[in-house]
DNA sequence: CGCATGGTTCGATCCTCATCGAAGCATTCC
DNA sequence: GGAATGCTTCGATGAGGATCGAACCATGCG
């Protein structure tokens, strides 16, 4: 009987199927609150709440108090990763699910993540971007090149790097299951679609829509 | 509430402790019998049974049954893949190791896997075997060149093959994560370490330490 | 202030599941 | 064949933990 790392401890904590759905859920990208974490997972709020607070003595979530409110969310990309190679086996076990993620079609094309652009579109939009040398990869990071930040500064998107956050990032999308682009410049490339109305975030949800028009400009600048 | 792909019977199977070590023995590579597993897991027979019979009907383990031994293994790579990344979490959230694998130093450097040599040491010897040429690589398996064979006989090491077991297989390695030879050459490489007394073996460990004239024996002859 | 809302804690209940001894199969060895 | 070994199944026991209602804090609003 080896002792090693208590893991456990950490898979039981997801073999919950309230905390399970749960974590699910924060895999958006999006922090929640208490009474989103119950609704999603089906149980009361005590018993959400209880299940809470073992998931941040876990250490797999983080807490971030505003007001009364108290937004829940992924600890670190680690554990966002632990829970997609779990998804990965339990996908590749049991035949029964067909899409992964979001079961809405909108929020599958587009949503957003966090403050970034996430979805379909996203994910088409990172890799245009690769091939058109405007962003380069580096081992698991991503740079942008010179000739993205001239791009970038003629379509008047800002990129200067704030403390501690990267401008660039890779995020791994939760329907696609392939990377989109976080960091300073994603959060200014999902302005820039906002403001000049290529799009707009449905209510109460985190889907993005795009207009008919706006659909095409978006397009023509990120995936042509 | 949604419902994904059952993340939360994945993770519960591995939320057992006993489990856990189970899987975790099974990490090293080798395939293991039931009441070997049971020794790992500390739980008696029909617990360890029980426990093995859920693995299997979950998908995380293939087994192979020879004779009257029934030898449980991990059913792909995808599950190893699972189970480090619950291995990196629970590293990352409890504070108190630091290291893959055994945590002793000693069991790194040199331990008993199954029958036949592991750690820092039988990586190094596979390693010098190769660039020696007295074992050849063949896509995944391992092959006794003709060097090899005189090489090894001249030493007293014998080499004759066993009904269903091969002379040498790769093993990959619990903490090096890198292979070690293992199979009837494997084994009787140890037998033969432990016959010249270039080593011993610690009690109820796993744990090989050699002593200081027998590692210079040992490195002269399998490590030059 | 007093009320409403968002969350947590407490207590009691209930149920799943891990555990092991004993008995039952299966395979191999003599 | 019989005995020994390896493993599984059965049955009974017990403990941990998930659950929810009710009560209890905390923040914000008027």
Same mark, same amino acid.
């Given at each position: 009987m080896r002792e090693g790392p208590d893991i456990a401890r950490i898979a039981s904590l997801v073999g919950d199927p309230a905390r399970a759905n749960m974590l699910n859920a924060l895999m958006g990208g999006t922090a929640l609150t208490a009474s989103e974490l119950a609704l999603e997972a089906g149980v009361s709020l005590p018993t959400a709440s209880s299940h809470l607070s073992k998931l941040m003595e876990g250490g797999l979530l983080t807490l971030a108090s505003q007001g009364r409110h108290r937004y829940y969310g992924l600890a670190s990309a680690q554990v966002a990763g632990m829970i997609e190679a779990i998804i990965g086996v339990a996908e590749a076990v049991g /035949?029964?699910?067909?899409? /992964?993620?979001?079961?809405d079609a909108a929020m599958r094309v587009a949503r957003v993540c966090y403050d970034h652009l996430a979805g379909e579109q996203a994910v088409a939009m990172l890799d245009r971007l690769f091939d058109r040398k405007l962003l380069l990869r580096e081992d698991n990071e991503i740079r942008l090149s010179s000739s993205g930040a001239a791009h970038f500064s003629a379509l008047g998107i800002g990129i200067q790097a704030k403390a501690r956050r990267p401008v660039c990032r890779a995020c791994l999308d939760w329907s696609v299951r392939r990377s989109h682009l976080a960091g300073t410049l994603g959060a200014a490339i999902l302005d820039k679609i906002i403001a000049e109305k290529w799009a707009r975030r449905e209510k109460d949800s985190r889907a993005v829509v795009f207009s008919p028009g706006g659909k095409r400009e978006f397009e023509k600048v990120f995936l042509s």
């Open positions: /035949p029964k699910r067909v899409r /992964p993620g979001p079961r």
